[in-house]
């Protein structure tokens, strides 16, 4: 008799994460996630080999967990699949979308119902690719939201960001976030300007006197580094006057320096390192964007007869055989590429599709986070009522009261602003995906109005890399921006095949496939 077929182990990976402590504290918990996973995999026959989770606020890739998580599947092979709660929980930007798609593997979004995999469908992954480009607009649009918010404290005279060495943030009086002089840094950066003011020491030798001063980095307790030293010494902020978006605000902490001092530094500074200026004759549309695709060296423009613009080959690396190409060519090319990402009708259903569906993902966590802080309000409102009680009753003096009820009040005006951007958010994101789509559909028609160096700022976003050779233009997207225009493509091709209707519709994409098996 023969050894019975034994059935191949299914792996995978969970990843689990709250972006904030108080994500964590409001409801987002690491733990529920796992729950979730856990109760999952089973039912689907998958075995978990590890599981990474953590707690992040930086808005960029490079997070700690999740590089572990990307080395791990690149030392097993044989994993393929990645376990996550849904979309938000796993991305946070487009790096980390790319670094995933490189790895070639399968995710299960497990609250979301969906599995997106290389084998899966050209329609499945466009879809996908709209809603990370749409998750990716939209965090753009609440950190104006938020910047927004920045440009008005620093028009109130309040610092707007992290304090630099010599202060550190506090929460002033009236709840608002400020900053005062640190009582451990704030001596060692006076002595900084004293002693560079007076003249007798180089940058280099000020570093020095730092060093052996003790000035070091707060977590690292490394020596401050020379460019921050120099950083330091430039920053107005340390008079009590900053600078803000290109305007100078009067602060409304404590300086540390004198503008005289400052000024004196300055000037010091500038006659140690004077540059020459660089002049820039003609902005050509497509400078630094091109390259020969021969020999890897940039296409640069030249003007002939005094009205026409060519490009070549600079020939760094040797003679070029790529003869000189039109600008009015180079145009045409990259017009005709940008039209590869305008949808008919039939495939803008499918966009309209995914907008649906992260409109309603995205306006069920707002609902609920609108929920968790109209409870928090409640909560505050009470602490309010029970001391006005006391007070009243001679629990407590009227001075201890005055004192806590300004601090909660202050605790109800953050809360409530918080509320207001939540339901703001919830309006427009629907509104947002619309107009990024509608962006897409009319960039060709933007790109061929546009001046030289708005063409070049269009190009730069949408488009990687840019190679000439033989007459003929290659280009890589950017990410989603390929799966937008191969996604396009594939659909188009799909509904081609099919006589030009039906296969497509977005009902389709509703259908779950719950007899999908998972890959191996």
């Given amino acids: 008799m023969g050894r019975k077929h034994e059935p191949k182990t299914v792996t995978a990976v969970a990843y689990y994460r709250v972006s904030s402590d108080r994500q964590e504290k409001e409801g987002f918990s690491i733990p529920a996630q796992q729950d979730l996973i856990r109760k999952y995999a089973p039912e689907k026959g998958i075995t978990v080999l590890r599981e990474f989770a953590e707690s992040e606020t930086a808005k960029k890739a490079g997070r700690e967990q999740f590089d572990e998580m990307v080395a791990f599947l690149k030392k097993n092979p044989s994993c393929r699949i990645i376990l996550v709660e849904k979309t938000d929980r796993l991305y946070r930007n487009l790096k980390d979308y790319v670094t995933l798609d490189d790895l070639g593997v399968a995710i299960h979004f497990v609250k979301e119902g969906t599995v997106l995999s290389p084998d899966s469908r050209s329609s499945d992954k466009f879809v996908h690719g709209i809603k990370v480009l749409v998750a990716k607009n939209y ?70 006197k730092a060093h052996a001063a003790g000035f070091a980095y707060k977590k690292s307790k490394q020596p401050v580094a020379r460019a921050a030293v120099h950083k330091l010494l430039t920053n107005r902020m340390f008079t009590g006057r900053f600078e803000w978006k290109g305007q100078v605000h009067q602060g409304n902490y404590e300086p540390l320096v004198s503008e005289e001092l400052w000024e004196k530094v300055q000037a010091i500074l500038r006659g140690r390192g004077r540059k020459k200026p660089r002049f820039v004759t003609h902005d050509f549309a497509f400078s630094r964007l091109i390259t020969c695709g021969h020999c890897g060296c940039a296409l640069v423009g030249e003007i002939k007869k005094g009205k026409y613009v060519y490009y070549h080959c600079t020939g760094f690396k040797g003679k070029c055989p790529e003869p000189f190409v039109r600008e009015e060519v180079l145009a045409g090319c990259f017009a005709d590429i940008l039209r590869g990402l305008v949808f008919d009708d039939e495939v803008l259903d499918l966009v309209r599709e995914a907008l649906r569906q992260s409109h309603r993902d995205v306006r069920a966590f707002h609902d609920e986070a609108i929920r968790r802080l109209q409870a928090e ?125 039906g296969g497509l519709r977005p009902e389709k994409l509703r259908e779950k496939d719950s007899n999908l098996q998972p890959a191996g």
């Fill in 377 to 501: 309000y409640t909560k505050v409102q009470g602490r309010l009522d029970a001391a006005y009680t006391d007070k009243l009753d001679g629990v407590i003096d009227a001075e201890f009261f005055a004192r806590k009820s300004a601090e909660w009040r202050g605790e109800q005006e953050g809360l409530l602003k918080k509320i207001a951007l939540h339901q703001q958010a919830n309006q427009h994101y629907m509104e947002e995906g619309v107009q990024l789509v509608e962006l897409t559909r009319r960039m060709p028609a933007l790109f061929e109005k546009q001046e030289p160096r708005e063409k070049r700022r269009l190009l730069d976003f949408v488009l990687s890399n840019s190679t000439w050779a033989n007459g003929k233009l290659a280009v890589e997207f950017r990410k989603p921006f390929d799966l937008l225009a191969v996604g396009n493509e594939a659909v188009k091709r799909e509904k081609a095949a099919r006589g030009g209707s």
């Fill in 139 to 208: 965090i753009d649009n609440l950190s104006e939201e938020t910047r927004k918010g920045m440009d008005k404290k620093a028009g109130e005279g309040y610092y707007p960001t992290r304090a630099p060495l010599g202060y550190r943030n506090v929460m002033g009086p009236e709840g608002k976030r400020t900053i005062e002089p640190d009582p451990e840094y704030a001596p060692l950066v006076r002595n900084l300007f004293a002693w560079y003011a007076a003249g007798t020491v180089s940058l280099d030798q000020l570093v020095e």
